[in-house]
């Protein structure tokens, strides 16, 4: 399964933006989807995620509130929907498959290759 993110860009602080990542192939039942970002300097950091056939969704504590993970199985895609944006949201946003309910990255077989958010306050 190759993964494609897409829906990044730049955005002002308080405003709001919506990342997909379309899926090739078929995704099992059991996959968990994962949004993860990295910014400058700084280590992986996990975002939420999503059991791919059910509602379940975890977030991170610096987004919780503000983000919400969702997928659309017809179209194979998972969303990323950002609102109230932070500077320090600023990063590369990846989209992620595996089969653990896990935040860790190393733990996530397949990723995309990225989308840059950048928020400017």
């Known amino acids: 399964v190759q993964l494609q993110a897409s829906g990044g860009g730049l955005v002002q602080a308080g405003g709001s933006l919506r990342l997909s990542c379309a899926a090739s192939?078929?995704?099992?039942?059991?996959?968990?989807m994962a949004w993860f970002r990295q910014a400058p300097g700084k280590e992986r950091e996990f975002v939420a995620l999503?059991?791919?056939?059910?509602?379940?969704?975890l977030y991170g504590g610096s987004v919780k509130g503000r983000f919400t993970i969702s997928r659309d199985s017809a179209k194979n895609t998972v969303y990323l929907q950002m609102n109230s944006l932070k500077p320090e949201d600023t990063a590369v946003y990846y989209c992620?498959?595996?089969?653990?309910?896990?935040?860790?990255?190393?733990?996530?077989?397949?990723w995309g290759q990225g989308t840059l958010v950048t928020v400017s306050s």
């Open positions: 999503t059991r791919w056939s059910r509602d379940s969704t």
């Open positions: 192939g078929r995704i099992f039942s059991s996959a968990v």
């Open positions: 992620a498959r595996g089969i653990q309910w896990s935040q860790q990255p190393n733990e996530y077989p397949s």
